[in-house]
């Protein structure tokens, strides 16, 4: 019984980790909201960190309002093969960041990322999707 409750917890946590990413995707279609977001944000260089569908699509979002410095990924690579996305790995992000602002797109593992890129990122240049897309100002 206890491993049926177990593997509910998870199938639950994963439904809204999907969820949440639908409802950020959708978001993120809008382009005079998202335009909106980056003026009162005051975001005009970023980084975005996540080759995966988020942040792939956030690229796609914001390129024409802002200068992208790179998206970062672990692998160096992103989910889908796209020539015009700059892509980086996060050693190179590392020895190439500038005090530029940071965009965490992954949902499931944002508070491993932040950790890690608090280490030489400051505290409040880094910013979480949904902080971007829905935070209050």
Known sequence: ????????????YESEIF??????????????????R????????VY??????????LYNAINLFVNISGVVD????LLLEISDIPIIDLNE??????QQ?????PIKHYKSIYKELSEFVPKDKI???????????
């Open 93 to 98: 992000f590392r020895s190439q960041y500038r």
């Open 101 to 105: 602002r940071v965009i965490i797109t």
């Open 48 to 57: 975005i960190y996540g080759g995966g569908y988020l942040g792939i699509q």
């Open 1 to 12: 019984m206890e491993e049926l409750d177990e593997i509910l917890e998870e199938y639950a």
């Open 19 to 36: 969820s949440a990413s639908y409802e950020l995707m959708g978001q993120m279609l809008d382009r005079e909201y998202v335009k909106n």
């Open 38 to 45: 980056l003026e009162m944000l005051e975001l005009f260089d």
């Open 74 to 77: 672990k692998s160096g690579k």
């Open 127 to 137: 910013l979480y999707l949904g902080e971007f897309l829905g935070g209050i100002l």
